[in-house]
């Protein structure tokens, strides 16, 4: 709504990858446009004062849980504060600028101030699977009491959080799906492998990973990505699977697969003629790690499933498919 304000907006919008919106004497109705993106519950990133955020907003702001993200930017892009939506998004929204803008974010919300982050709103790579029940389990830590962890507990610790053996609150980290008195935390381990054939259609890749899922009890908020041969890297299909389960299909070439020959459970001699690779499915699975699933097969389509022993950068997983 400034000069020096548009020039923010502009590079904050860069670096997210976001549309900008220019308004001011001349410009356009703020308060439409903004009350607009509310009611759609999309985040807002204003580079303007609090109060003129808040007033823009003005009655259309509900109740907590159902809010998005709401942050205003300092015209000089030095200060971004998260007014709602603080743990869906606002305050790691906030953080994310201020690292860009060598800036500062003014976190204000309790927990945040005494840990990295909340368990409403973890760090990358994990995914809350009963949502319902972390406000009580904060305000117990608020209380002063602790966790009692099942599965991986370091990414906790070293968030401040207090872990002890007899802690009151429990939380099970795991990719698998379980019934649990506590929190159900899963981190994003898994990669389902797959291979194809050119005929394979989106509706069968797609329920034959869910079934591999299902069947062995894993959660599908657990997958990082979908992996196959780089053949495959445009295959309508599987590009519409990963569309369908939110996360990215990542290709490996042929020499990259091969060093997982003496890995595989399901070698097919088949498989090895066409494509001289012993398999696919197997093969781009273990390049998360461990085989945890082996080849599953549908008419048109194979299925294995990967898990690595923490959550997956996926910015150094395989390569992105080209559409």
Known sequence: MSPKGDEIARHVAQLLGSPVHFLGPGRGMAGDMV?????????????????????????????KIDEPPVLAVSADGKIAVPLLGSHRGANALARWIADMMRGT???????????????????????????????PAMAALLKGEK?????????????????????????????????????????????????????????????????????????????????????????????????????????????????????????????????GLAGICEAAALKAGRLLVPKQTSSQATCAIGQAPGPIDIAKFGKPAKI
């Open 147 to 275: 966790l009692r962890v099942e599965g991986p507990s370091g990414w906790l610790e070293l968030a401040g959080y207090p872990v002890a053996a007899d802690g009151s609150v429990p939380l099970v980290v795991s990719a698998t799906l379980q019934e649990t008195e506590g929190l159900l935390v899963h981190p994003k381990t898994l990669v389902a492998g797959l291979g194809c054939t050119g005929a394979a259609e989106a509706d069968e890749v797609i329920e034959l990973i869910e079934t591999t899922l299902s069947e062995h009890r894993l959660a599908p908020q657990a997958l990082a990505a979908l992996a196959t041969f780089d053949t495959r890297k445009a295959h309508p299909a599987l590009l519409a699977a990963a569309d369908h389960f939110g996360v990215p299909l990542r290709t490996f070439a042929r020499r990259d697969l091969e060093k997982e020959r003496g890995k595989l459970e399901t070698p097919s001699d088949i498989v090895d003629a066409a494509t």
């Open 105 to 135: 974010a003014a976190i204000t919300s309790f927990s945040d101030t005494l840990y990295e982050f909340s368990l409403e709103d973890p760090p990358p790579g994990y995914v809350v699977a009963t949502p319902e029940l972390v406000k």
């Open 35 to 63: 009350r607009e993106a509310y009611g759609a519950r999309a985040p807002i990133i204003g580079v303007c004062a609090v109060g003129h955020l808040i007033r823009l907003i003005g009655p259309e702001i509900g109740e």
